[in-house]
């Protein structure tokens, strides 16, 4: 396993948002989202590193990539100071949020160019192996021990949500002592 640290890439993150949502009959975007953490942990587990570079944040309704939740706000046109620009010019012709304020609709196909494929092997695992899946055990699922351990933060915090490290993402793994040992080598 070689470890190395990989920052967030808007474009990758659109491209994996629409990667799943693809495949997925009426992707929602609960399920996208989660269904991106849980290949970001098999990325982790198997090359040391989270393959969106997103920080994820403990939300109510479990884990969630904080840059990517904010492309998918500016798809579905919130305006907030805290959205980058960049954000809504990528989303617009990419995708866009139905009515309901939680189902995606996808403009254009994915743009593979942007995505690894060891990215790819994790997104198709994480598929294969969580898609489809009851909101509420989507939810208990992903309400795992990194989530719990931010979230209880998030109970002091005025905003309601609280960064999850990475390396309490990687104890979650079975695999975690390797993967915390290569993270702390970073």
């Known amino acids: ?13 659109l491209e994996a ?11 929602a975007i609960h399920e996208v989202l989660k ?9 982790l587990g198997r090359y040391g590193w989270l393959a969106s570079g997103d920080d994820y944040v403990a939300m109510k ?25 960049d954000f809504y010019r990528l ?8 009515d309901d304020r939680r189902t995606i609709s996808l403009l254009r196909s994915v743009d593979l160019a ?11 695992e994480a598929l294969r192996h969580y898609a489809g899946m009851s909101f509420g055990a989507r ?5 795992d021990a990194a989530w719990r351990a931010a979230w209880d933060l998030a109970a ?3 905003v309601g949500q609280s960064p999850m490290l990475v390396e309490n993402i990687a104890r979650t793994l079975p695999n975690s002592e390797e993967v915390v040992a290569q993270l702390n080598k970073l």
């Open 91 to 98: 989303a617009r012709g990419a995708l866009e949020i139905a």
């Open 17 to 27: 948002v629409l990667f799943v949502a693809n495949q997925l009959a009426k992707p």
């Open 114 to 124: 942007h995505l690894s494929p060891a990215y790819v092997a994790c997104l198709e």
């Open 139 to 143: 939810t208990e699922l992903s309400h």
């Open 156 to 158: 002091e915090d005025e």
């Open 35 to 43: 269904l991106l953490y849980f290949a970001d942990k098999i990325h």
């Open 61 to 85: 309704f479990g884990p969630v990539g904080s840059g990517t939740y904010n492309l998918v706000k500016a798809a579905r046109g919130d305006d907030s100071g805290w959205i980058h620009p």
């Open 1 to 13: 396993m070689a470890a190395t640290e990989v920052t967030f890439s808007p474009e990758r993150s």
